[in-house]
C-alpha cells in the first residue's frame, strides 16, 4: 500500500510566503496611520476636556476665570493647581502632566472673550504636545494632523484655536514661548479630531 500523503513543496511555501509579504507590506502602513491618528483624536478630545474641566472647578473653589489671569505664569498656575504635574518648566510657562503631554501657556492679558475663534484675537492660548517629549512621530506620516495644538482659554472656556480668521487654517505662533515658533501649525485639523 501507497502512501499518498502529499506535502507542499519549497517553491509553493516561498510564493505563499511572498504573497503575504505583499499584502502585508501595503496594509501596516495604513493600520500605524490610522492608530496614530486614533491616539491623536483621544489625546486632543482629553486635553480639552480637562482644560475645560480644571476651569470650571478653578471658577466654582477658587472664584478664579480667565479674567482673573494677567500673565503666562498665571495662566500656567490655574491649570496646574487641579492636574497631576510631572515636571515644571518655569522658564516657559509649561508643565507636562501625568500623561507625558506637555502643557505651555501664554498670556499676554486676561483671557478675553473674542468675537471668534482665531487665535490672533486671544490673549490666552495653551499649546498643547500631545506627544511630549516623545518628538513628532504622528506629524511624520501624515499631513492631516500634527502633534501640536493650540487652545484658546476665554473668561469662563476653553476652546480650540481654529485657524486664521482669513480662512486659511494655518496660523503661526507670534511669539517663541512655544514648542513650535517656525512656519505655519495645521490647527484647523483639530475639527476633524474633535468630531
Known amino acids: 500500500m501507497k502512501n499518498s500523503k502529499r506535502g507542499f513543496t519549497l517553491a509553493e511555501v516561498l510564493v505563499t510566503l511572498a504573497v503575504i509579504g505583499v499584502v502585508a507590506a501595503l496594509t501596516i502602513p495604513t493600520i500605524i496611520q490610522s492608530s496614530s491618528e486614533k491616539q491623536a483624536k483621544t489625546s486632543v478630545k482629553k486635553a480639552l476636556s480637562v482644560m475645560n474641566q ?34 515644571y518648566d518655569n522658564v516657559n510657562n509649561a508643565f507636562t502632566s501625568s500623561d507625558g503631554m506637555i502643557y505651555t501657556f501664554y498670556a499676554d492679558d486676561t483671557c478675553n472673550d473674542p468675537d471668534d475663534d482665531d487665535p490672533a484675537d486671544a490673549n490666552c492660548i495653551i499649546e498643547i504636545d500631545i506627544n511630549g517629549e516623545n518628538g513628532s512621530e504622528i506629524a511624520a506620516n501624515t499631513s492631516s494632523y500634527s502633534d501640536l495644538y493650540y487652545l484658546i482659554v476665554k473668561d469662563n472656556t476653553v476652546s480650540p484655536a481654529n485657524g486664521n480668521s482669513d480662512g486659511s487654517g494655518n496660523w503661526a505662533p507670534s511669539t517663541t514661548h512655544f514648542r513650535a515658533t517656525a512656519g505655519d501649525v495645521d490647527n484647523v485639523a483639530l475639527d476633524a479630531l474633535l468630531n
Do not use: H
Not at 476651569?55 to 497631576?84: C, P, Q, T
Open 54 to 87: 480644571v476651569l470650571a472647578m478653578s471658577i466654582a473653589e477658587d472664584s478664579v476665570s480667565g479674567s482673573s489671569i494677567s500673565n503666562s505664569a498665571e495662566l500656567k498656575n490655574l491649570f496646574a493647581n487641579y492636574m497631576k504635574v510631572l515636571a
